[in-house]
């Protein structure tokens, strides 16, 4: 990745939708002015935030947003995956009734990729469509689930089974939140990042490992250059494909193997940390045909350890872990769109891939096997 100005905001535009920004700032002090540009000006505004962001940052961004808008309402809802569902949506729904919201108001999702996601779904859906606002204060949402409009609640531990798409009206990131933010969390988002690189830039992912260290020490600079390039790697993808109805589908390598993992494991491990293994797997599919050579399986193996992600689990079956592939939303006549690498920067979308060939990928992972 050759080194630029930096970059101060990304516009994404899809097909059948209004163009949005992405801002990228080192505070929280533009808001207001970003607000205002979106058209929130003398409307309502709803912020949904859940239980660990409210104390930090809750406040701040609601004396920014009662400049600019006529009424700041607040929802909060206690902070983790398994409240992500239709029961704490409904709960919005009642929130925004009662505060007397129309179709000209707003959501503003402040949050990771759960609140983000979950407000997303809200707006889609209450009185058929209401516009939202992304304020991402996590790395995994900043640089994967605010940007593309993908929406949605988890069903019966099923991820993101009920969803919309739904593109927001404004991606506002502060890259400071990002020096608070826990270390497990910080991993967790590397690990989307890294796929980024995996799947479409190879440059990108090495110069990621270069600057492993001053990634690691939350070094400012470093840290705009790689959330701005992460962003554009998922504009491209997204404006290419809005819908995922072809590459888009790229953005889900390792999710297949990482969602079965995520789910039986209860939403005990974090996100990222289930996608890094599915990674890996699909990785060890791509070098056991022959599509990838060992040095460079073993470097995306290796990298997880290097940004504090997993390269094993344990107490789950594999074989359990194969059958819940089969229930991922991904199935394509009753066939998995599996994501292989044709090369380290090109992934591809492949329906042979077997389950003995999931099994084995598996096992690899599985420390109890």
């Known amino acids: 990745m050759k080194k630029n100005e930096a970059v101060t905001n990304i516009t994404v535009k899809t097909a059948g939708n209004a163009p949005y920004d992405i801002l990228f700032r080192d505070s929280f002090e533009a808001l207001s002015g970003a607000l205002e540009a979106v058209g929130c000006s003398g409307h309502r505004l709803c912020i949904v935030t859940d239980s660990n962001v409210a104390p930090l940052y809750l406040e701040e961004v609601k004396e920014l947003a009662e400049k600019v808008c006529s009424q700041v309402e607040c ?25 007397g919201f129309d179709r000209k108001d707003y959501l503003l999702a402040l949050g990771g990729g759960v609140t983000g996601d979950m407000t997303g779904y809200a707006a889609a859906t209450f009185l058929r469509g209401i516009r939202f606002i992304q304020v991402p204060t996590t790395l995994l949402a900043q640089i994967d689930s605010s940007i593309g409009g993908k929406t949605g609640v988890d069903f019966d531990q099923y991820k993101n089974m009920v969803g919309a798409f739904h593109q927001p009206a404004l991606v506002y990131i502060n890259i400071n939140v990002l020096k608070a933010l826990p270390e497990k969390q910080f991993a967790n988002g590397m690990a989307e990042l890294l ?71 209860h939403f005990e491990m974090l996100h990222g940390e289930c996608v890094a293994l599915g990674c890996v797997a699909a990785a060890y599919i791509s070098w056991c045909r022959g599509l990838i050579d060992e040095n460079e399986f073993y470097e995306i193996r290796d990298m997880n350890v290097g940004f504090g992600l997993p390269i094993s689990f344990d107490g789950l079956d594999s074989e359990a872990i194969v059958e819940a592939t089969r229930k991922d939303k991904k199935m394509d006549a009753g066939k998995i769109r599996f994501i292989l690498l044709k090369k380290l920067g090109h992934a591809y979308i492949d329906m042979t891939v077997t389950e003995k060939e999931m099994l084995d990928a598996v096992n690899f992972l599985n420390a109890d096997a």
């Open 75 to 99: 929802f909060i809802f206690e902070a983790g995956e398994q409240n992500k569902t239709l029961a704490t949506v409904q709960s919005i729904y009642e929130k925004l009734i009662l505060a």
């Open 195 to 265: 796929k980024h690189g995996i799947i479409l830039d190879a440059d990108f992912y090495e110069w990621t490992i270069a600057h492993m260290d001053e990634i690691e020490s939350r070094n400012p600079e470093i840290l705009r250059a790689m959330v701005a390039k992460s962003c554009q790697i998922k504009q491209y993808v997204v404006e290419k494909d809005p819908t995922e109805k072809g590459d888009r589908a790229l953005l889900n390598f390792g999710h297949t193997i990482g969602h079965a993992i995520e789910k039986l494991k």
